[in-house]
């Protein structure tokens, strides 16, 4: 399976703390998203990081990707409230049939305690 | 500019009931995505619609499912005849296709109970 693994599932942490999240999977990607789902809402991208590219930064977001290991992070620098939610990785890749296919992680559920 | 939008937002209805959720995606979008989440399996693609064309459809878990997408501004999943397993949110997802490395945009799902 294509799936990625996100570690750890869920995260408590202190409001103005980092959150770090770690995503896992298992063939070669062409990029890799993290997405954060707010409860009773639908997914909403936050990063898109290419194969080719090691980390990216988005406001108090970074990503980073090691292709050699397979293995993605996702760190929320001085975490907020507001960023409490459902945090999921996905891995974009070329299926047989030759499009890109894209498979979601279990998530990691990040409660930030004001 | 206006979401993927889908409708309804929630449904509970008796097994046996024939079911149909409803997406618009956002307008220039090529692609279209429906998935299932659930606590257990978390987030599974259905189905995979490439300008209105089904791409992938190995994730539509039986016979009792089918997705259409009549045009480029609609699309509709169907469950017929409904079981109390198919309760799950069941969210819809647009996606530009003019380059691969494009994110997908969710609707707000639809919440559906099977009693």
Not at chain 2, 41 to 54: A, S
């Amino acid at each position: 399976s294509q799936q990625g693994e996100e570690d750890p599932q869920a995260l408590s942490i202190q409001e103005g703390e980092n959150a770090t999240m770690n995503c896992s999977y298992k063939t070669s990607i062409n990029n890799l998203q993290w997405y954060r789902q707010n409860s009773g809402r639908g997914l909403v991208h936050l990063i898109l990081i290419r194969s080719n590219e090691r980390e990216k930064h988005s406001g108090r977001l970074r990503v980073t990707l090691d292709t050699s290991k397979k293995s993605s992070s996702l760190l929320i620098t001085a975490s907020r409230a507001a960023d409490t939610a459902s945090y999921f990785c996905a891995t974009a890749f070329s299926s047989s049939g030759g499009y890109q296919k894209v498979t979601f992680g279990t998530g990691t559920k990040l409660q930030v305690i004001p | 500019d206006a979401g993927v939008i889908q409708s309804p937002r929630h449904e509970v209805t008796e097994m046996g009931q024939e079911v149909t959720l409803r997406c618009k995606p956002i307008s220039g979008h090529n692609s279209l995505f429906w998935y299932r989440q659930t606590m257990m399996r978390g987030l599974e693609l259905l189905i995979y619609f490439n300008n209105n064309v089904p791409i992938d459809d190995s994730g539509m878990p039986e016979d009792r499912f089918s997705a259409k997408m009549p045009n480029a501004s609609f699309s509709t999943l169907k469950i017929q005849p409904s079981e109390p397993r198919d309760s799950a949110v069941y969210f819809c997802a647009s996606s530009l296709v003019a380059g691969w490395n494009q994110p997908q945009h969710f609707g707000d799902g639809t919440r559906l109970s099977i009693l």
